[in-house]
């Protein structure tokens, strides 16, 4: 069964450091998400992807957040200037309708 | 806009007790409703869902939910647990749109022999 691929699974990187996650969506789904897990707390919605644009983003997704799919199979989330409160695990999904499709996450850790 | 509550933030059952785990929501339009499951260390997967049609949703390993409208509530049950069963549970709704999935703050389920 395809299924979404997020990579690194952990990454540890320096308050002020930017970072980019990646993700590889199930090759014919149309819509691409990023969210959320700060450890302990409920899984955010960060953002929702469609037709090479943003659809709709959270409260959460501010400057310092941007996403791009730079080619047919790639999606990615870049934090330009990590702070500490960054610390989460960061899924990426995928749908084609109502099932999104999560990756096994990435696990940001900013020191 | 969405939001969903789930009551018990960790619910302790034995093996082969049944279980039921609370979901609330509320919203101004019509939802779809879903329940993901998360075993630790993996990513969510999805459990079951409500689309339309029949109120009484279930999943392939013996779970089902109930959408009820008066009471704006989407439970989930099984009759009888197993260890394996043992993960967190987030119920999350979403409009029509199918944009943004409000998730719940997840309910622990451990089930103990």
């Known amino acids: 069964e395809p299924e979404v691929t997020q990579t690194p699974s952990h990454q540890v990187t320096q308050m002020g450091q930017e970072v980019i996650l990646r993700c590889v969506p199930i090759s014919n789904h149309l819509y691409f998400y990023w969210y959320r897990q700060i450890l302990g707390q409920k899984v955010e919605f960060l953002v929702s992807f469609y037709n090479n644009e943003i659809s709709e983003k959270s409260e959460i997704f501010d400057d310092q957040f941007s996403v791009e799919r730079p080619d047919g199979s790639n999606f990615t989330l870049k934090i330009r200037s990590t702070k500490l409160e960054d610390s989460a695990m960061y899924f990426c999904?995928?749908?084609?309708?109502?099932?999104?499709?999560f990756g096994s996450g990435t696990r940001l850790t900013v020191v | 806009a969405q939001s969903v509550t789930q009551l018990d933030s960790q619910v302790p059952v034995f093996e082969e007790a049944p279980v039921e785990l609370r979901c609330n929501y509320s919203?101004?339009?019509?939802?779809?409703l879903f329940w993901y499951v998360q075993y630790p260390n993996q990513g969510l997967q999805l459990l079951l869902k409500y689309l339309s049609g029949s109120t009484l949703v279930e999943s392939i390993n013996g779970f089902e939910a109930e959408f009820n409208k008066s009471q704006t509530s989407f439970h989930l049950r099984k009759p009888s647990v197993h260890i394996s069963d043992t993960a967190e549970y987030f119920c999350?709704?979403?409009?029509?749109?199918?944009?943004?999935?409000?998730f719940g703050t997840g309910t622990r389920l451990l089930v103990s022999p």
């Open positions: 999350a709704v979403s409009d029509r749109g199918f944009q943004k999935l409000v």
């Open positions: 999904a995928s749908s084609e309708g109502s099932d999104r499709h």
């Open positions: 919203s101004s339009v019509s939802v779809y």
